[in-house]
């Protein structure tokens, strides 16, 4: 099976940062990656597929990037509504797999 | 604007069997473009995908957990639903059911969750 591992595990930033989360997959995935956001109490919010696209009413300031086993989600500009944990998602011949997810917190 | 719904008991005794329903409304669960997977977060803790299903019946599971759940759907509710049994205190869990996308290969919609606590 494939592991996904992100990092870092916790990232401490502030609002106007520019921050960057890396999501390792333990074999080339080609390019079937997916970023949610979940705040506390609230199901995932879907943010980007296919690696860098971006899902419908996502602000630009996300944006993904990578491909084979390294990816990754940037926010160019942190807002107030970004801090969140986020998680990155890889689905292959019925198999679906998450990454542990990275907490973006207020520095 | 199509919404899911989960529903079930909040609490399960150890050794029984946990049982949810998704109710999918605004859309049918009969689409050959969607898959309906649940997926749980035991609190404090990331994401765990139990497993899938396509509207036609086809299941699939996470085999850390495939001996202990089963997912069905039952296309003339338009609902789908997840099993657990001889759950123990580790199934605490927030427990959601999503729809994936067969386009985007991503879960693009969510349920609002529901928690499940085992404990007698």
């Known amino acids: 099976d494939i592991q996904m591992t992100q990092s870092p595990s916790t990232l401490s930033a502030s609002v106007g940062d520019r921050v960057t989360i890396t999501c390792r997959a333990s074999?080339?995935?080609?390019?079937?990656l997916a970023w949610y956001q979940q705040k506390p109490g609230i199901a995932p919010k879907f943010l980007i597929y296919n690696t860098s696209s971006l899902q419908s009413g996502v602000p630009s300031r996300f944006s993904g990037s990578g491909s084979g086993t390294e990816f990754t989600l940037t926010i160019s500009s942190l807002q107030p509504d970004d801090f969140a944990t986020y998680y990155c998602h890889h689905y292959n011949s019925y198999s679906w797999t998450f990454g542990q997810g990275t907490k973006v917190e207020i520095k | 604007q199509l919404q899911l719904q989960e529903s079930g008991p909040g609490l399960v005794k150890p050794s029984e069997t946990l049982s949810l329903t998704c109710t999918v409304s605004g859309g049918s669960i009969s689409s050959s473009s969607y898959y309906w997977g649940w997926i749980r977060q035991p609190p404090g803790k990331g994401l765990e995908w139990i497993g899938s299903?396509?509207?036609?019946?086809?299941?699939y599971y996470n085999p850390s957990l495939k001996s202990r759940v089963t997912i069905s759907v039952d296309t003339s509710k338009n609902q789908f639903s997840l099993k657990v049994s001889s759950v123990t205190a580790a199934d605490t869990a927030v427990y959601f059911c999503?729809?994936?996308?067969?386009?985007?290969?991503?879960?693009?919609?969510w349920g609002q969750g529901t928690l499940v606590t085992v404990s007698s």
């Open positions: 074999q080339s995935i080609s390019s079937w």
């Open positions: 999503a729809r994936h996308s067969r386009l985007k290969d991503a879960f693009d919609i």
């Open positions: 299903l396509y509207y036609s019946g086809s299941t």
